[in-house]
């Protein structure tokens, strides 16, 4: 059955930036949407402690071959991550301001991003039939050159937006319409 899982990046939760949007969006047309509210924080926020949580929803069958996937900033690396890892083929992921191997945010973001990062990014490919990557030419947390990078290596489309920010809410993105194309 078709679901779709919605990740909120670092520091974040799934009340904020365009997550509850698009949840509404999904559940106004009948589908299946989970929100996971993923730890956060210092001492918290690393790849070991987002894996527990997103494979209980891998035992639950919530992930699977007809699962979307909207990711945010850290997400989609931690995404890549544990699709690769655990060997899950989904049907497609959606990828907002993706990054991966990027250290300069600040020592926060930094250290809990870290655990997140892989080295072999390409292999995400075999366990996606497609991959969005949308993201922006001016964010202000992620150099621009990173996150083409990022989509460079695994994207079948790319969307760039010239003037996005991180496409957060603090960009003006508490809605985003564009990304109810890949439903």
């Known amino acids: 059955m078709k679901n779709y899982l919605l990740i909120h990046g670092s520091f974040g939760s799934p009340f904020v930036n365009w997550i509850p ?7 106004k047309r009948e589908l299946k949407v989970y929100t996971l509210d993923l730890p956060t924080g210092v001492g918290y926020q690393n790849y070991q402690n987002w894996e527990k949580l997103l494979e209980s929803y891998l035992s639950a069958g919530i992930v ?19 699709l690769v890892n655990h060997q899950i083929k989904v049907k497609r992921l959606v990828f907002v301001c993706g990054f991966n191997n990027y250290l ?14 892989f080295d072999n990014l390409e292999a995400v490919k075999k366990y996606a039939k497609e991959i969005v990557c ?23 489309k790319q969307i760039v937006i010239d003037d996005g920010g991180h496409l957060n809410s603090e960009s003006g ?9 890949y439903l």
């Open 104 to 117: 300069g945010i600040n020592e926060e973001y930094d250290t809990v991003n870290k655990s997140m990062y």
């Open 134 to 156: 949308i993201y922006s030419k001016n964010d202000p947390y992620v150099k621009y050159e990173v996150e083409k990078e990022f989509a460079d290596t695994i994207a079948d």
């Open 64 to 82: 699977n071959e007809e699962t979307v996937i909207y990711a945010h900033s850290i997400a989609p690396i931690f995404v890549c991550h544990f």
């Open 21 to 27: 949007y698009l949840r509404k969006e999904i559940e």
């Open 173 to 181: 993105y508490t809605e985003f319409k564009e990304l109810l194309e």
